[in-house]
């Protein structure tokens, strides 16, 4: 049985939470109340500094998406 978690990719963002003063930010997509989104938040407090539509599927891209 397989026990992992599934997990996002996350990529580093230059920067300091306004929050908590951590510079441990992160992009990466998330399913939000409106769908797929992508978003900064600090791995620390987990605020959100951003969040703009990601593509419909989040990180799935469909062939026809490329077209």
């Known amino acids: 049985m397989d ?3 599934p997990s996002a ?3 580093p963002v230059a ?3 306004p929050r908590c003063a951590k510079s ?3 992009e990466y997509d998330v399913v939000g109340e409106t ?3 992508r978003v900064v938040k600090c791995q620390n407090c987990l605020h959100s500094l951003s969040r703009t539509p990601a ?3 989040g990180p799935i891209t469909l062939l ?3 077209v």
């Open 9 to 11: 990719e996350r990529t």
């Open 55 to 57: 593509n419909r599927l």
């Open 15 to 17: 920067g300091t939470c």
């Open 64 to 66: 026809v998406d490329l």
């Open 3 to 5: 026990t992992t978690a």
């Open 24 to 26: 441990s930010l992160a």
């Open 35 to 37: 769908g797929w989104v």
